[in-house]
């Protein structure tokens, strides 16, 4: 089976687990903070807050930013369900934008509508979470203008876009948004196993954020509201969470950052072969935007005959998937009010869409096995 995505773990990756594994530390050691300010350096940010996993990132960036009872989070209804669910840890009110029907990415047109209809009823959200899907970055000049037009704050779930660009500057610079997120997630772009990351300009959030990720305990003098009793003092002033990276999982990421160029160059190199070669099949290949080079977590596809064709290719023993059944028609979702229909672009593009394998490791002549088959299947 040729899967969608995996994980490239090389000599030098073995090595530098190998070697934090008989080290002093395997948690709250030097590795996390050098790969904090690896990531934070490699896309323009002045902070980098590392986590257990994007997820827990996106949770504590939320948190950071005071997001509770009482709020409201938007986001897409094309992304994994976890950009949402964190409004819900956090106590929050749950709402979506939809998407463009080309890139499949936030409309900021779509975002402007609604934002004007809140802003009328009194229902502004405090948190957008726009998503880089499938590693191509939202229009955020136009997303960041609205949220400060509106005054609301930002957070980009880059899970799939770490080694992307827009504008001819990285994604994760924050140039438009409070926080950025990104996910280390083994079919990600690179991987820490489990594991996250959020990126910030603004010290403060950067600290509530590490503040979050460890209990709500801190060390730090100007954080205590008492004087300290001695070394051994912390005090807990807040209620936060375990959700710390490990030095092993720091130690492979440092190693893995090392070839994040060379892994967006092979996957770009790939989406450019997918072009070529799918251009003659009844299939409607992924819009790219001019302004942005895209790092191709995903390859996704539409194909009018989608269920059959997946499983065509299923058959064939390529490790097809589908990104993403719509967050809004989940069962958990429709219980808080949302249905089929609410979301038609989103809801159409995910009727047709099949992601083809797309990794740093697939070889060409795999990449043509693809082809022939989705040649096959579509007749
Ligand atoms: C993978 C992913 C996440 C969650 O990442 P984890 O590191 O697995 O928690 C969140 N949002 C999107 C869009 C993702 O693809």
């Known amino acids: 089976m040729i899967p969608y995505g995996r994980q490239d773990i090389s000599a030098e990756d073995l090595d530098a687990v190998r070697q934090v594994l008989t ?50 989070l938007w986001t897409v209804p094309n992304t994994f369900v976890a950009s949402a669910n964190v409004g819900i840890y956090c106590g929050a009110e749950v709402d979506f934008v939809d998407i463009e029907p080309d890139t499949y990415l936030m409309s900021p ?14 229902t502004l959200p405090k948190v957008l979470i726009p998503v880089h899907f499938a590693g191509q970055s939202c229009d955020m000049a136009a997303i960041g203008a609205l949220a400060a037009r509106f005054g609301i704050r930002v957070i980009e779930d880059a899970s799939h876009a770490i080694g992307a660009r827009y504008r001819d500057a990285p994604v994760g610079d924050c140039a ?16 820490t196993a489990e594991g996250g990351l ?8 950067a600290r509530a954020m590490e503040l979050h990720r460890s209990h709500g305990v801190t060390r730090d003098r100007s954080l205590m509201e008492s004087k300290s009793e ?41 989406a450019r072969r997918y072009d070529e070669k799918l251009s003659s099949l009844s299939l409607v290949r992924p819009a790219q935007r001019e302004d942005v080079l895209s790092s191709f977590h995903l ?11 997946f499983d065509a290719l299923r058959a064939a023993g390529i490790g097809v998937n589908v990104h993403y059944i719509p967050v809004h028609t989940h069962p958990f979702y429709r219980a808080r009010g949302f249905d089929w229909g609410d979301f038609p672009a989103a809801e159409a593009y995910y009727r047709e869409a099949i992601s083809i394998p797309i990794y ?14 989705l040649s096959d299947a579509l007749g």
Not at 57 to 68: D, F, N, P, T, V
Not at 198 to 205: E, F, I, Q, S
Not at 299 to 309: H, L, N
């Open 23 to 72: 080290s002093d530390f395997l948690t709250q050691g030097p590795a996390v903070p050098e790969f904090e300010a690896r990531v934070a350096k490699s896309c323009g940010a002045v902070h980098g807050v590392a986590a257990n996993s994007a997820t827990s990132a996106l949770h504590i960036a939320c948190m950071a930013l005071g997001l509770g009872p009482g709020d409201r």
């Open 109 to 122: 047109a779509a975002l402007e509508e609604k934002l004007r209809w809140a802003e009328r009823d009194g």
């Open 176 to 191: 438009y948004s409070d926080i950025c997120v990104f996910s280390f997630h083994p079919v990600k772009i690179i991987t």
């Open 198 to 205: 959020a990126t910030t300009n603004d010290a403060a959030l």
């Open 230 to 270: 001695g070394g051994w003092y912390y005090e807990q002033v807040a209620l936060g969470y375990n959700y710390r990276m490990t030095e092993i999982q720091a130690a492979l990421g440092i190693s893995q950052m090392t070839r994040l160029d060379a892994f967006v160059a092979r996957r770009n190199a790939l």
């Open 299 to 309: 390859y996704p596809i539409r194909v009018t005959d989608r269920a059959r064709i």
């Open 360 to 373: 740093a490791g697939l070889d060409d002549a795999d990449q043509d096995l693809v082809v022939a088959a």
